[in-house]
Every structure is written in C-alpha cells, then in structure tokens.
C-alpha cells in the first residue's frame, strides 16, 4: 500500500526582511551622505579663507547690531611690526610653532589646575573668531577642535597669525592690530615699538576690562612678561614658523 504523500516542502520562497531594516538603511545613507556634506563644507570654509580675508566674523557683527558699529581695517602680514606678531605669541601661545593645532602641555596644566587656566592655541582662537560662536558650550568646542587640526593643514602659520591679529578684539568694538594701535597709540601696526605691542598683547584675551593707554600694576606687570617672553621665543627659535 502506497504511503500518502507528504505535502511538497516550499521551496525557494524568499525569506521577508524585516519592514525596520529597509528604514535603517535609508537612515544609514542619508547619515553619511550628511556627514561627507557638513566635511565638504569645512573644508570649502577652510580653503576659502586660506585666501580670502574675513571682513566681518559672527562676533564682530554681534557687536556691530549692539554698538552701532565697530572699528575694524585689515592690514597685510608684512605691514605688521615683529614685535607685535612675537609678543601676541607670546602671550597666547609660546609653543605656536611647535605644535599641530593643540598644545597638549597647556592642556595637561589646564586639566591639572582644575580648568581654571585656559588652553586654548592660536590656532583654536582663530577657528572659534572667524567660524563659531562665543561662549564655552560643548557643541562649540566639538565644532572648534574639529576644524583646528584642517585650518592647520590648509592654512600656513602665517596666515593663522595674520587672521588673528586682524580679527582680534582689543578694545569694546575694537577689532584688529590695525584699530588697536591707531586707538591706543595714535600709530600704525608696522611702527609699533616693543613696549606698546606688549600692552596691545596684554589686552588678550579681556580687552573689555583691560587698558593699554591707561595701564593697572597688573597689565603693567604682564606687559614685561610678554615683552621678555617675545625676545625668549625668538632667541630659542620658537618664532621660526613665521620670521624670515
């Protein structure tokens, strides 16, 4: 007697995915593709102004729409004294040349002392004035420590000095080396003398609260600072990246 037959096994029915999985892939792609956009732009940004020079940052024109105006002429990197460029340094960030974007030393310090000190390169300034915002909000900062390293390979150290010392601020709607040593010193940036760049330099990073014509003990104290700073770096070679 012949056994019944079993039903035929269904065979090469394609298994169904799951209706969840079709969203995820698209959600994949539309991240990458967005993440690869906000790379292009950054790096356009970046590239952009390696030649271009910032007229007017964010910061300069939240002041402008709260005082009406500010003071503010670019002025080309040879038409600025050395001594100015040296002692800014030295004020803000000894290791310039030595380091890629981040001084790692300060940081530790900064880190050791609880955060009470800043850290912040030249280079990070210069990201945060021509491209962010004020302020010290986390998104900021991840914004800021992810464009310094790509402004560092773009960018040369001449050119970062020279957008510092130009958007800078150095007095309440004061901005750049040009207005400060016009307003303070009744001078140009190239005639600058050592002990007028190193009160101009001792204005960073509070020049609301600062004075270079009408110096305190301790903006008088921090001036002698910069200036033996400014002559140390460049006896030591610290100021290699950006003299001749």
């Known amino acids: 007697m012949a056994k019944p037959k079993k039903p035929a096994a269904k065979r090469g029915r394609k298994r169904q995915k799951p209706k969840s999985q079709p969203l995820r892939q698209w959600l994949r792609r ?10 292009a732009v950054a790096l356009l940004a970046v590239l952009f102004y390696a030649v271009v020079n910032p007229t007017r940052t964010p910061y300069m024109a939240a002041e402008a729409r709260r005082l009406g105006s500010v003071d503010h002429q670019w002025v080309d990197f040879k038409n600025i004294s050395p ?69 560092e390979l773009v960018w040369t150290k001449r050119r970062i000095l020279e957008v510092y010392l130009n958007v800078a601020e150095f007095d309440e709607g004061v901005f750049g ?35 270079a014509a009408k110096p305190t003990d301790f903006v008088r104290r921090r001036s002698k600072a910069i200036l033996d700073g400014a002559a140390t770096i460049r006896a030591d070679g610290r100021a290699s990246c950006f003299e001749d």
Not at 30 to 36: P, S, V
Request: contains cysteine; hydrophobic residues 45%; charged residues 20%.
């Open 177 to 211: 080396v040009e207005a400060a040593a016009r307003t303070y010193f009744r001078t140009d940036p190239g005639k600058l003398s050592a002990v007028q760049a190193a009160r101009l330099a001792a204005m960073l990073p509070s020049p609301k609260t600062r004075s």
């Open 83 to 151: 001594t100015m460029i040296r002692s800014v340094v030295a004020a803000e960030d000894a290791n310039f040349c030595n380091h890629w974007g981040f001084d790692m030393a300060a940081i530790r310090l900064a880190m050791a002392d609880g955060g009470t000190r800043g850290a912040s390169t030249l280079s990070q300034q210069v990201v945060k004035n021509v491209y962010l915002w004020q302020g010290r909000s986390w998104p900021r900062k991840a914004l800021e420590a992810s464009l310094t390293p790509l402004v």
């Open 30 to 39: 539309w991240a990458f593709r967005g993440a690869l956009s906000a790379v």
